[in-house]
């Protein structure tokens, strides 16, 4: 089973305009390893749109536990390519995380970058095993992912990924998207869960909430 690691450190405040209500907007590049099998850019956008219905849920049957938050990822730009063909997709080490977050960083007008690598074998000192995504350290403002599949629920990996951007942190829910599990599990979920805080942090933008202790899987009974 694919793991997903929560990671996050201090970043960057995105200053919000206009009122309380209104939608956050954030921009989003993808870029892939040579080696990796291109994802073409409906299927990119089609995780993005995903991920942002899923966070507005298009319901007035909102509590403080399980709001709809009206935030929207739109892609900029074709999908990109870093590397060669000759160098490893994976990410063994520090270093090679490091530069993978680095790659677009020059891209203007974007508020986030998504790469995706063939396999994440290291993400921060101390954890092993196998990864879905990367979000540590955040002052990259970048997510590192493995490729989509038809049969993983790629836009909550993302979505759940870029959460940790903010500052969020896990908690142990089944139907919550920063679950502190394996987001795989939220796919059978009819509607994934967003409390009021995190709908603030997700619409606040990067680094917009103070962050909270690691906390590792702990499977839960109940979406609290």
Same mark, same amino acid.
């Given at each position: 089973?694919?793991?997903?690691?929560?990671?996050?450190?201090?970043?960057? $405040? $995105?200053?919000?305009?206009?009122?309380?209500?209104?939608? =956050?907007?954030?921009?989003?590049?993808?870029?892939?390893?040579? #080696?990796?099998?291109?994802? #073409? /850019? /409906?299927?990119?956008?089609?995780?993005?749109?995903?991920? =942002?219905?899923?966070?507005?849920?298009?319901? &007035?049957?909102?509590?403080?536990?399980?709001?709809? !938050?009206?935030?929207?990822?739109?892609? #900029?730009?074709?999908?990109?390519?870093?590397?060669?063909?000759?160098?490893? *997709?994976?990410?063994?080490?520090?270093?090679?995380?490091?530069?993978?977050?680095?790659?677009?960083?020059? &891209?203007?007008?974007?508020?986030?970058?998504?790469?995706?690598? /063939?396999?994440?074998?290291? !993400?921060?000192?101390? $954890?092993?095993? $196998?990864?879905?995504?990367?979000?540590?350290? %955040?002052?990259?403002?970048?997510? %590192?992912?493995?490729?989509?599949?038809?049969?993983? *629920?790629?836009?909550?990996?993302?979505?759940?990924?870029?959460?940790?951007?903010?500052?969020?942190?896990?908690?142990? =829910?089944?139907?919550?998207?920063?679950?502190?599990?394996?987001?795989?599990?939220?796919?059978?979920?009819?509607? &994934?869960?967003?409390?009021?805080?995190?709908?603030?942090?997700?619409?606040?933008?990067?680094?917009?909430?103070?962050? *909270?202790?690691?906390?590792?899987?702990?499977?839960?009974?109940?979406?609290?």
């Amino acid at each position: 089973m694919r793991m997903i690691i929560a990671i996050f450190f201090s970043g960057a $405040l $995105l200053i919000l305009t206009g009122d309380a209500g209104a939608r =956050s907007t954030y921009s989003v590049s993808v870029s892939r390893h040579a #080696n990796v099998p291109e994802p #073409n /850019e /409906e299927q990119v956008r089609k995780i993005l749109e995903r991920a =942002s219905k899923m966070l507005q849920k298009n319901s &007035v049957d909102n509590s403080d536990a399980d709001v709809a !938050c009206d935030v929207i990822f739109i892609l #900029n730009g074709p999908v990109r390519t870093f590397g060669t063909v000759g160098t490893s *997709p994976n990410i063994v080490d520090e270093q090679h995380r490091d530069a993978v977050h680095k790659v677009n960083s020059d &891209v203007t007008g974007v508020d986030f970058h998504v790469k995706i690598v /063939e396999e994440i074998k290291f !993400c921060r000192p101390g $954890l092993n095993g $196998l990864f879905n995504g990367c979000a540590f350290p %955040i002052e990259f403002h970048s997510i %590192i992912v493995v490729p989509p599949s038809e049969d993983f *629920p790629d836009h909550l990996l993302w979505a759940h990924e870029f959460g940790h951007l903010t500052g969020l942190g896990h908690r142990h =829910s089944k139907c919550a998207l920063m679950t502190s599990c394996d987001v795989a599990g939220l796919a059978s979920t009819t509607r &994934v869960r967003v409390n009021k805080q995190e709908c603030g942090c997700l619409r606040g933008g990067l680094g917009h909430c103070p962050l *909270p202790a690691a906390v590792s899987c702990q499977p839960a009974a109940s979406c609290e």
